[in-house]
T-cell receptor
Framework: GAGVSQSPSNKVTEKGKDVELRCDPISGHTALYWYRQSLGQGLEFLIY????????KSGLPSDRFSAERTGGSVSTLTIQRTQQEDSAVYLC????????????FGQGTRLTVV | GIQVEQSPPDLILQEGANSTLRCNFSDSVNNLQWFHQNPWGQLINLFY???GTKQNGRLSATTVATERYSLLYISSSQTTDSGVYFC????????????FGGGTRLMVKP
């Protein structure tokens, strides 16, 4: 597509429920990144993919968080048993290759856990 | 990991004024980007500038990689320039992702 697309734009969920956030990167981009931005804060790195592979999961805040990417394109970030501290904007970015190239961000998914 | 510090944290300008935003980083980098986060939360790419100087309209940026800093210049500011400006770097030795600074929150008053 023309830009990075994320869905849904907004998600309100009850504490304890699972949620799935979707990211559709720019066509042809092999690298994909997930970040989280809490209210009024900077961006916290979560995970990156090179193709379908995520070599480093250490940025995920807990084992309730997981991510996958299939076909080298769409990625989903899953949060199980959501907690109120998971409330944030989740941003996805993609770049042509993994290093030394410009990254482009989607509009984000605003997650609210009530 | 690499540390990224931005200054000032907050800035209020009168429309038409000029400003300089600074980004310091703690290690060598092979990628540096400046973003503008608009009031709707969208991150807009301003510059991809691991070194050198670039200009785009009223905005320009300079990165001095050997001295580990980058500057973003905004001239003749407009109210639409309001928002948060982020500097993000990819360290040579710090993993395959951008590390963001804390941002500079800019408000331009009419």
């Amino acid at each position: 597509g023309a830009g990075v697309s994320q869905s849904p734009s907004n998600k309100v969920t009850e504490k304890g429920k699972d949620v799935e956030l979707r990211c559709d990167p720019i066509s042809g981009h092999t690298a994909l990144y997930w970040y989280r931005q809490s209210l009024g804060q900077g961006l916290e790195f979560l995970i990156y993919f090179q193709g379908n592979s995520a070599p480093d999961k250490s940025g995920l805040p807990s084992d309730r968080f997981s991510a996958e990417r299939t076909g080298g394109s769409v990625s989903t970030l899953t949060i199980q048993r959501t907690q109120q501290e998971d409330s944030a904007v989740y941003l996805c970015a993609s770049s042509l290759v993994l290093r030394n190239t410009e990254a482009f961000f989607g509009q984000g998914t605003r997650l609210t856990v009530v | 990991g690499i540390q990224v510090e931005q200054s000032p944290p907050d800035l209020i300008l009168q429309e038409g004024a000029n400003s300089t935003l600074r980004c310091n980083f703690s290690d060598s980098v092979n990628n540096l980007q400046w973003f503008h986060q608009n009031p709707w939360g969208q991150l807009i790419n301003l510059f991809y500038i691991p070194s050198g100087t670039k200009q785009n309209g009223r905005l320009s940026a300079t990165t001095v990689a050997t001295e580990r800093y980058s500057l973003l210049y905004i001239s003749s500011s407009q109210t639409t320039d309001s928002g948060v400006y982020f500097c993000a770097v990819e360290g040579n030795n710090a993993g395959n992702m951008l590390t963001f600074g804390g941002g500079t929150r800019l408000m331009v008053k009419p």
